[in-house]
Protein backbone atom coordinates (compact mmCIF):
# COMPACT_ATOMS: atom_id res chain seq x y z
CA UNK A 1 0.00 0.00 0.00
CA UNK A 2 3.18 2.16 0.33
CA UNK A 3 2.69 2.99 -3.44
CA UNK A 4 -0.81 4.92 -3.02
CA UNK A 5 -0.95 9.00 -2.44
CA UNK A 6 -0.84 10.63 0.93
CA UNK A 7 -2.17 14.00 1.89
CA UNK A 8 1.20 15.54 0.87
CA UNK A 9 0.66 14.39 -2.40
CA UNK A 10 -2.94 14.72 -2.92
CA UNK A 11 -1.85 18.75 -2.24
CA UNK A 12 1.09 18.71 -4.89
CA UNK A 13 -1.21 17.44 -7.16
CA UNK A 14 -3.64 19.97 -6.68
CA UNK A 15 -1.03 22.62 -7.32
CA UNK A 16 0.37 21.20 -9.91
CA UNK A 17 -3.36 21.17 -11.47
CA UNK A 18 -3.95 24.91 -10.59
CA UNK A 19 -0.19 25.90 -12.18
CA UNK A 20 -0.92 23.90 -15.50
CA UNK A 21 -4.72 24.58 -16.16
CA UNK A 22 -5.33 20.56 -16.65
CA UNK A 23 -5.51 17.39 -14.76
CA UNK A 24 -5.69 13.71 -16.22
CA UNK A 25 -7.63 11.50 -13.94
CA UNK A 26 -9.27 8.12 -14.06
CA UNK A 27 -10.77 5.41 -11.31
CA UNK A 28 -11.09 1.73 -10.94
CA UNK A 29 -14.24 0.32 -9.92
CA UNK A 30 -16.48 -2.42 -8.81
CA UNK A 31 -20.12 -2.70 -10.09
CA UNK A 32 -21.15 -6.71 -9.87
CA UNK A 33 -23.31 -7.71 -7.06
CA UNK A 34 -24.17 -4.23 -5.71
CA UNK A 35 -26.59 -1.37 -5.69
CA UNK A 36 -24.12 1.26 -6.44
CA UNK A 37 -20.91 0.75 -7.93
CA UNK A 38 -17.71 1.14 -5.72
CA UNK A 39 -15.37 3.58 -6.21
CA UNK A 40 -12.24 1.65 -6.23
CA UNK A 41 -8.66 3.39 -7.17
CA UNK A 42 -8.42 7.01 -8.39
CA UNK A 43 -5.60 7.81 -10.69
CA UNK A 44 -4.27 11.52 -11.41
CA UNK A 45 -2.16 12.88 -13.54
CA UNK A 46 -0.57 16.41 -13.58
CA UNK A 47 2.02 17.98 -15.79
CA UNK A 48 5.11 19.48 -13.14
CA UNK A 49 7.31 22.47 -14.20
CA UNK A 50 9.76 20.79 -16.13
CA UNK A 51 7.11 18.70 -18.34
CA UNK A 52 7.34 15.91 -16.60
CA UNK A 53 4.05 13.88 -15.51
CA UNK A 54 3.72 13.36 -11.83
CA UNK A 55 1.06 10.40 -11.09
CA UNK A 56 -0.71 9.20 -7.71
CA UNK A 57 -3.13 6.23 -7.11
CA UNK A 58 -5.55 6.94 -4.33
CA UNK A 59 -7.17 4.52 -2.14
CA UNK A 60 -10.62 6.25 -1.79
CA UNK A 61 -11.78 2.88 0.23
CA UNK A 62 -9.27 3.84 2.70
CA UNK A 63 -11.32 6.09 5.46
CA UNK A 64 -8.54 8.22 6.30
CA UNK A 65 -7.84 9.89 2.70
CA UNK A 66 -9.03 13.32 2.19
CA UNK A 67 -9.77 13.75 -1.46
CA UNK A 68 -11.37 17.26 -0.68
CA UNK A 69 -8.08 19.38 -2.28
CA UNK A 70 -8.72 17.29 -5.45
CA UNK A 71 -12.45 17.25 -5.69
CA UNK A 72 -11.90 21.46 -5.02
CA UNK A 73 -9.76 20.95 -8.39
CA UNK A 74 -12.06 19.36 -10.51
CA UNK A 75 -14.87 22.10 -9.49
CA UNK A 76 -12.41 24.36 -10.69
CA UNK A 77 -13.92 25.86 -14.42
CA UNK A 78 -10.46 27.76 -14.44
CA UNK A 79 -8.60 23.74 -14.69
CA UNK A 80 -9.49 21.40 -17.55
CA UNK A 81 -9.94 17.90 -16.49
CA UNK A 82 -9.10 15.25 -19.08
CA UNK A 83 -10.87 11.52 -18.91
CA UNK A 84 -11.24 9.01 -21.98
CA UNK A 85 -15.08 7.50 -21.81
CA UNK A 86 -15.86 9.67 -18.60
CA UNK A 87 -19.52 9.04 -17.88
CA UNK A 88 -18.91 6.34 -15.12
CA UNK A 89 -15.87 8.53 -13.87
CA UNK A 90 -18.25 11.64 -13.76
CA UNK A 91 -20.72 9.63 -11.71
CA UNK A 92 -18.81 8.11 -9.31
CA UNK A 93 -16.26 11.23 -8.53
CA UNK A 94 -20.04 13.48 -8.20
CA UNK A 95 -21.35 10.93 -5.88
CA UNK A 96 -18.41 9.56 -3.68
CA UNK A 97 -16.37 13.02 -3.28
CA UNK A 98 -19.70 15.14 -3.36
CA UNK A 99 -17.98 17.15 -5.97
CA UNK A 100 -18.70 18.49 -9.73
CA UNK A 101 -16.59 18.58 -12.66
CA UNK A 102 -17.18 21.87 -14.70
CA UNK A 103 -14.67 21.62 -17.11
CA UNK A 104 -14.38 18.16 -18.52
CA UNK A 105 -12.33 17.12 -21.83
CA UNK A 106 -13.35 13.40 -22.79
CA UNK A 107 -10.86 11.95 -25.00
CA UNK A 108 -13.01 9.03 -26.18
CA UNK A 109 -15.31 11.71 -27.29
CA UNK A 110 -13.30 14.07 -29.11
CA UNK A 111 -11.80 11.38 -31.15
CA UNK A 112 -14.92 11.26 -32.85
CA UNK A 113 -14.54 14.87 -33.99
CA UNK A 114 -11.22 14.20 -35.47
CA UNK A 115 -12.19 11.33 -37.88
CA UNK A 116 -11.54 8.79 -35.62
CA UNK A 117 -13.68 5.54 -34.84
CA UNK A 118 -16.54 6.24 -32.47
CA UNK A 119 -16.28 4.75 -29.04
CA UNK A 120 -12.70 4.25 -29.52
CA UNK A 121 -10.34 2.64 -26.40
CA UNK A 122 -8.10 4.25 -25.06
CA UNK A 123 -5.46 1.92 -25.46
CA UNK A 124 -6.29 1.61 -29.52
CA UNK A 125 -6.51 5.49 -29.23
CA UNK A 126 -3.17 6.12 -27.50
CA UNK A 127 -1.96 3.89 -30.73
CA UNK A 128 -3.28 6.10 -32.93
CA UNK A 129 -2.72 9.52 -31.73
CA UNK A 130 0.86 9.11 -30.16
CA UNK A 131 2.23 5.21 -31.47
CA UNK A 132 1.98 4.12 -27.54
CA UNK A 133 0.89 0.33 -26.32
CA UNK A 134 0.29 -0.46 -22.96
CA UNK A 135 0.26 -3.13 -21.11
CA UNK A 136 -2.95 -4.73 -20.05
CA UNK A 137 -2.02 -7.56 -17.67
CA UNK A 138 -4.56 -6.52 -15.01
CA UNK A 139 -7.86 -5.24 -16.83
CA UNK A 140 -10.19 -7.88 -14.85
CA UNK A 141 -9.06 -7.92 -11.31
CA UNK A 142 -10.67 -7.37 -8.04
CA UNK A 143 -9.68 -3.63 -7.47
CA UNK A 144 -11.81 -3.84 -3.94
CA UNK A 145 -9.34 -6.27 -2.60
CA UNK A 146 -6.56 -5.02 -0.21
CA UNK A 147 -3.58 -4.77 -0.26
CA UNK A 148 -3.57 -4.09 -3.78
CA UNK A 149 -0.43 -5.80 -5.68
CA UNK A 150 2.58 -4.02 -7.50
CA UNK A 151 1.37 -5.04 -11.01
CA UNK A 152 -2.03 -3.33 -10.20
CA UNK A 153 -0.70 -0.19 -9.31
CA UNK A 154 1.82 0.03 -12.20
CA UNK A 155 -1.79 -0.78 -14.38
CA UNK A 156 -3.45 2.01 -12.91
CA UNK A 157 -0.31 4.27 -13.48
CA UNK A 158 -0.39 3.79 -16.65
CA UNK A 159 -4.69 4.36 -17.46
CA UNK A 160 -3.25 8.31 -17.11
CA UNK A 161 0.24 8.41 -17.87
CA UNK A 162 0.04 9.95 -21.80
CA UNK A 163 -3.71 11.03 -21.19
CA UNK A 164 -2.75 14.64 -21.43
CA UNK A 165 -0.32 14.48 -24.18
CA UNK A 166 -3.33 12.22 -26.01
CA UNK A 167 -5.75 15.54 -25.22
CA UNK A 168 -3.09 17.92 -26.49
CA UNK A 169 -2.96 15.95 -29.52
CA UNK A 170 -6.88 15.71 -29.67
CA UNK A 171 -7.21 19.48 -29.36
CA UNK A 172 -4.59 20.36 -32.34
CA UNK A 173 -6.37 18.50 -34.55
CA UNK A 174 -9.95 19.72 -33.28
CA UNK A 175 -8.66 23.13 -33.55
CA UNK A 176 -6.91 22.69 -37.21
CA UNK A 177 -10.23 21.43 -38.12
CA UNK A 178 -12.75 23.60 -36.55
CA UNK A 179 -14.12 21.45 -34.44
CA UNK A 180 -13.04 21.99 -30.66
CA UNK A 181 -15.46 24.01 -29.71
CA UNK A 182 -18.28 21.40 -31.29
CA UNK A 183 -16.02 19.05 -28.43
CA UNK A 184 -16.30 20.84 -25.88
CA UNK A 185 -20.14 21.47 -26.27
CA UNK A 186 -20.79 17.72 -25.93
CA UNK A 187 -18.16 17.46 -22.85
CA UNK A 188 -20.63 20.01 -20.85
CA UNK A 189 -23.57 17.49 -21.25
CA UNK A 190 -20.96 14.46 -20.28
CA UNK A 191 -20.02 16.38 -17.10
CA UNK A 192 -23.67 16.08 -16.15
CA UNK A 193 -23.41 12.46 -15.90
CA UNK A 194 -25.09 10.73 -12.02
CA UNK A 195 -25.57 7.61 -11.00
CA UNK A 196 -27.98 8.54 -9.00
CA UNK A 197 -31.70 6.97 -8.95
CA UNK A 198 -34.81 8.79 -8.65
CA UNK A 199 -37.59 6.95 -8.45
CA UNK A 200 -39.80 8.83 -10.99
CA UNK A 201 -37.42 8.12 -13.92
CA UNK A 202 -37.14 4.52 -12.75
CA UNK A 203 -41.26 4.04 -13.10
CA UNK A 204 -41.47 6.04 -16.16
CA UNK A 205 -38.65 3.63 -17.77
CA UNK A 206 -40.74 0.83 -16.94
CA UNK A 207 -41.56 -1.51 -19.80
CA UNK A 208 -45.38 -1.51 -20.22
CA UNK A 209 -46.52 0.76 -17.36
CA UNK A 210 -48.01 3.07 -19.28
CA UNK A 211 -50.42 0.53 -20.62
CA UNK A 212 -51.62 0.02 -17.05
CA UNK A 213 -54.41 2.23 -15.80
CA UNK A 214 -53.58 5.32 -13.05
CA UNK A 215 -54.74 2.68 -9.92
CA UNK A 216 -52.15 0.10 -11.37
CA UNK A 217 -49.76 2.47 -11.72
CA UNK A 218 -49.96 4.21 -8.33
CA UNK A 219 -49.19 0.23 -7.37
CA UNK A 220 -45.83 -0.07 -9.35
CA UNK A 221 -44.84 3.19 -8.36
CA UNK A 222 -44.76 2.31 -4.74
CA UNK A 223 -43.10 -1.19 -5.97
CA UNK A 224 -40.25 0.66 -7.60
CA UNK A 225 -39.48 2.94 -3.97
CA UNK A 226 -39.49 -0.25 -1.83
CA UNK A 227 -37.39 -2.52 -4.44
CA UNK A 228 -34.80 1.08 -4.50
CA UNK A 229 -35.10 0.83 -0.69
CA UNK A 230 -34.04 -2.83 -0.60
CA UNK A 231 -31.67 -3.07 -2.79
CA UNK A 232 -29.92 -0.25 -1.09
CA UNK A 233 -30.67 -1.36 2.51
CA UNK A 234 -28.64 -4.80 1.07
CA UNK A 235 -26.39 -3.40 -1.05
CA UNK A 236 -27.66 -6.13 -4.03
CA UNK A 237 -28.21 -5.36 -7.64
CA UNK A 238 -31.83 -3.84 -8.76
CA UNK A 239 -32.34 -7.17 -11.27
CA UNK A 240 -32.03 -9.31 -8.10
CA UNK A 241 -34.22 -7.69 -5.88
CA UNK A 242 -37.62 -7.77 -8.63
CA UNK A 243 -36.96 -7.39 -12.47
CA UNK A 244 -38.81 -5.02 -14.35
CA UNK A 245 -40.68 -7.59 -16.30
CA UNK A 246 -41.64 -8.84 -12.51
CA UNK A 247 -41.91 -5.55 -11.17
CA UNK A 248 -45.13 -5.28 -13.65
CA UNK A 249 -46.59 -8.52 -14.03
CA UNK A 250 -47.41 -7.80 -9.29
CA UNK A 251 -48.28 -4.37 -10.05
CA UNK A 252 -50.73 -5.81 -12.74
CA UNK A 253 -52.58 -8.27 -11.22
CA UNK A 254 -51.99 -6.75 -7.38
CA UNK A 255 -51.64 -10.04 -5.59
CA UNK A 256 -52.68 -9.81 -1.72
CA UNK A 257 -52.16 -13.23 -0.93
CA UNK A 258 -48.86 -15.41 -1.11
CA UNK A 259 -50.78 -18.13 -3.73
CA UNK A 260 -51.74 -15.51 -5.88
CA UNK A 261 -47.92 -13.55 -6.45
CA UNK A 262 -47.03 -17.73 -6.66
CA UNK A 263 -48.84 -17.61 -9.93
CA UNK A 264 -46.63 -14.70 -11.36
CA UNK A 265 -44.15 -15.37 -13.52
CA UNK A 266 -40.72 -13.48 -13.39
CA UNK A 267 -40.03 -14.44 -9.81
CA UNK A 268 -37.89 -16.65 -8.43
CA UNK A 269 -38.41 -19.11 -5.41
CA UNK A 270 -35.32 -17.00 -3.93
CA UNK A 271 -37.64 -13.69 -4.20
CA UNK A 272 -40.72 -15.27 -3.62
CA UNK A 273 -39.43 -16.88 0.15
CA UNK A 274 -36.96 -13.75 0.99
CA UNK A 275 -38.98 -10.96 0.21
CA UNK A 276 -42.86 -11.97 -0.88
CA UNK A 277 -44.70 -10.69 2.08
CA UNK A 278 -42.64 -7.36 1.86
CA UNK A 279 -43.74 -7.47 -2.19
CA UNK A 280 -47.52 -8.23 -0.98
CA UNK A 281 -46.96 -5.40 1.40
CA UNK A 282 -45.73 -2.79 -0.85
CA UNK A 283 -48.74 -4.07 -3.01
CA UNK A 284 -51.08 -2.78 0.14
CA UNK A 285 -49.84 0.64 -0.21
CA UNK A 286 -50.19 1.06 -3.37
CA UNK A 287 -53.60 0.49 -3.56
CA UNK A 288 -54.05 2.97 -1.35
CA UNK A 289 -52.00 5.98 -3.38
CA UNK A 290 -53.62 8.09 -5.90
CA UNK A 291 -53.80 7.08 -8.90
CA UNK A 292 -51.07 7.87 -11.27
CA UNK A 293 -52.39 8.72 -15.01
CA UNK A 294 -50.39 8.74 -18.21
CA UNK A 295 -49.04 12.25 -18.68
CA UNK A 296 -48.89 13.84 -22.36
CA UNK A 297 -49.81 12.39 -25.44
CA UNK A 298 -48.68 8.71 -26.49
CA UNK A 299 -45.55 9.28 -28.70
CA UNK A 300 -46.53 7.82 -32.51
CA UNK A 301 -46.07 4.56 -33.53
CA UNK A 302 -44.32 4.01 -36.73
CA UNK A 303 -46.03 1.15 -38.96
CA UNK A 304 -44.21 -0.48 -42.16
CA UNK A 305 -43.85 1.98 -44.75
CA UNK A 306 -42.07 4.16 -42.18
CA UNK A 307 -39.09 1.59 -42.22
CA UNK A 308 -37.82 2.57 -45.60
CA UNK A 309 -38.47 6.41 -45.02
CA UNK A 310 -36.18 6.21 -42.20
CA UNK A 311 -33.55 4.06 -43.62
CA UNK A 312 -33.47 6.77 -46.19
CA UNK A 313 -32.72 9.59 -43.36
CA UNK A 314 -30.17 7.42 -41.73
CA UNK A 315 -28.61 7.19 -45.50
CA UNK A 316 -28.31 10.87 -45.18
CA UNK A 317 -27.22 11.04 -41.91
CA UNK A 318 -24.17 8.23 -42.57
CA UNK A 319 -23.46 9.96 -46.03
CA UNK A 320 -22.67 13.50 -44.29
CA UNK A 321 -20.78 11.80 -41.42
CA UNK A 322 -18.53 10.16 -44.09
CA UNK A 323 -17.68 13.19 -45.48
CA UNK A 324 -17.34 15.03 -42.34
CA UNK A 325 -15.32 12.71 -41.27
CA UNK A 326 -17.38 12.89 -38.06
CA UNK A 327 -18.62 9.61 -36.06
CA UNK A 328 -22.08 8.86 -37.25
CA UNK A 329 -22.98 8.35 -33.24
CA UNK A 330 -22.18 11.38 -32.72
CA UNK A 331 -25.15 13.03 -34.73
CA UNK A 332 -27.92 11.32 -34.71
CA UNK A 333 -29.80 7.69 -33.06
CA UNK A 334 -31.95 5.38 -35.08
CA UNK A 335 -34.92 6.39 -32.53
CA UNK A 336 -34.58 10.51 -33.04
CA UNK A 337 -34.57 9.69 -37.02
CA UNK A 338 -37.46 7.64 -36.79
CA UNK A 339 -39.61 10.78 -34.39
CA UNK A 340 -38.07 13.00 -37.18
CA UNK A 341 -39.59 10.80 -39.87
CA UNK A 342 -42.89 10.51 -37.82
CA UNK A 343 -43.45 13.97 -37.18
CA UNK A 344 -43.20 14.97 -41.01
CA UNK A 345 -45.79 12.16 -41.89
CA UNK A 346 -48.31 13.31 -39.20
CA UNK A 347 -47.40 17.07 -40.34
CA UNK A 348 -46.33 17.80 -36.47
CA UNK A 349 -43.53 20.49 -35.83
CA UNK A 350 -39.97 19.23 -35.76
CA UNK A 351 -39.25 16.87 -32.53
CA UNK A 352 -36.46 18.60 -30.20
CA UNK A 353 -33.81 16.07 -30.95
CA UNK A 354 -30.37 16.54 -30.97
CA UNK A 355 -29.80 15.99 -34.69
CA UNK A 356 -31.83 19.08 -35.38
CA UNK A 357 -29.85 20.78 -32.90
CA UNK A 358 -26.65 22.74 -32.52
CA UNK A 359 -24.03 21.92 -34.96
CA UNK A 360 -25.58 19.07 -35.79
CA UNK A 361 -28.56 21.43 -37.52
CA UNK A 362 -26.10 22.71 -39.59
CA UNK A 363 -24.08 19.51 -40.60
CA UNK A 364 -27.01 17.81 -42.04
CA UNK A 365 -30.15 18.29 -39.71
CA UNK A 366 -31.41 20.86 -42.49
CA UNK A 367 -31.08 18.75 -45.41
CA UNK A 368 -32.85 15.93 -43.39
CA UNK A 369 -35.77 17.31 -43.08
CA UNK A 370 -35.79 19.04 -46.80
CA UNK A 371 -34.73 15.36 -47.89
CA UNK A 372 -38.18 14.57 -45.78
CA UNK A 373 -40.17 17.32 -47.29
CA UNK A 374 -39.16 16.40 -50.93
CA UNK A 375 -37.04 18.79 -51.50
CA UNK A 376 -33.95 16.86 -51.42
CA UNK A 377 -33.00 13.58 -53.29
CA UNK A 378 -30.76 10.70 -52.59
CA UNK A 379 -28.82 8.62 -55.53
CA UNK A 380 -25.79 7.20 -55.93
CA UNK A 381 -22.68 8.82 -57.89
CA UNK A 382 -20.47 7.37 -60.59
CA UNK A 383 -17.98 6.90 -58.15
CA UNK A 384 -20.90 4.18 -56.31
CA UNK A 385 -21.11 6.67 -53.61
CA UNK A 386 -24.45 8.30 -51.98
CA UNK A 387 -24.82 11.78 -53.77
CA UNK A 388 -27.66 14.20 -51.98
CA UNK A 389 -29.08 16.26 -54.88
CA UNK A 390 -31.70 19.30 -55.14
CA UNK A 391 -35.12 18.49 -56.72
Not at 27 to 34: A, K, L, P, V, W
Not at 71 to 93: F, K, N, S, T, W
Not at 213 to 237: F, G, H, M, S
Request: a negative charge; aromatic letters at 4%.
Amino acid sequence: MSDLAGASAIAALADLARDCGRLGIDTEFMGEGRYRTLLCLVQVAAMTPEGAVRIEVLDPLDDALDPSPLADVLADPAIEIVMHAGRQDVALLRRVWQTDITNLFDTQLAAGFAGLRAQLGYEPLLYELLGVRLKKSASFTRWDARPLSTEQIDYARDDVRHILQAAGELQERLRARGRLEWAREECVALAGATDERDPDSIFARLPRVNSLDPKLRAIARELVVWREETAQAQDRPIPSVLSDAGLVEVAKRRPSEMRQLEQIRGINESTMRRRGRAILEAVERGRSRPPIPVEGERPAQPDALDAPVIALAEALVRARALEEELAYELIAARADLQRIVLAMRDGRPPPEVRTLQGWRREVVGNELLELLDGRRALTVGPDKHVVVADR
